[in-house]
C-alpha cells in the first residue's frame, strides 16, 4: 500500500500471502497503515459481490486489494514474488 504524502508516493504497508502463513500485514507508517488495519481486521470491500472479503480468504482478499481504488492519495500495487 502507496500513499502519496510528501510527492512521491510512499510505502506506508505491505500485506503478504502464502498458504502456510496466510495474510500478513506490515504497516511502516501508523497512520496511513490505520487504513491498511481495517482492512486486514474487517475485510476488504468487493463491490461486485457486495461483501467483505475477510483475510482468511486469502486469495481473494488478495486479488480485492489488488483491484481496490481508495482514489489519487492512497494505492495498492502487486508485487509478485
Known amino acids: 500500500m502507496f500513499a ?3 510527492g512521491a508516493p ?6 503478504r500471502w502464502s498458504t ?8 511502516f507508517d501508523t497512520g ?3 487504513i ?3 482492512y486486514f ?9 457486495m461483501r ?4 482468511s480468504d486469502g486469495r481473494a482478499f488478495m486479488k ?4 481496490l481504488d481508495r482514489g489519487s492519495y492512497c494505492s495498492f500495487v502487486v508485487e509478485d514474488s
Do not use: C, H, S
Open 32 to 34: 496511513w497503515g490505520e
Open 4 to 6: 502519496l504524502k510528501q
Open 64 to 67: 480485492a486489494l489488488a483491484t
Open 41 to 49: 481486521e474487517q475485510g476488504v470491500p468487493d463491490d461486485a459481490e
Open 52 to 55: 467483505l472479503i475477510p483475510r
Open 10 to 15: 510512499e510505502r506506508v504497508a505491505e500485506f
Open 20 to 27: 502456510a502463513t496466510g495474510v500478513v500485514l506490515n504497516v
Open 36 to 38: 491498511a488495519r481495517q
